[in-house]
């Protein structure tokens, strides 16, 4: 899977892998737009992950929605997903 990158950037990205294999999630600042935090989940089917839901959240003054509950919609509909889909479905290591 990580054949394609240079040995520093496997070692970043099986770093990435394994955090998000815990949390069972990724939050972090886009690298594209600043100001812009990637909301990210997995979707799983009956052979492991094949694809994530992926969505940009940017703060308001105003907000009618926080980080926090973006980030759980984004799980939840990975999660939706992934039972559609047959996948098992893995709880974040605690």
């Known amino acids: 899977m990580l ?36 909301l990210s989940a997995p979707v799983f089917d009956h052979s492991g992950v094949v694809a994530a839901i992926t969505m940009g959240f940017m703060g308001q003054a105003n907000p009618r929605t926080t980080v926090v509950e973006a980030l759980q919609h984004v799980k939840q509909g990975a999660h939706e997903l992934s039972v559609l889909l047959g996948g098992e479905i893995r709880k974040p290591e605690e």
């Open 3 to 38: 054949a394609g990158f240079v040995p520093g950037e496997r070692h970043v990205i099986a770093q990435r892998l394994e955090q998000i294999r815990k949390l069972g999630h990724e939050q972090r600042d886009s690298v594209m737009v600043h100001g812009i935090i990637n």
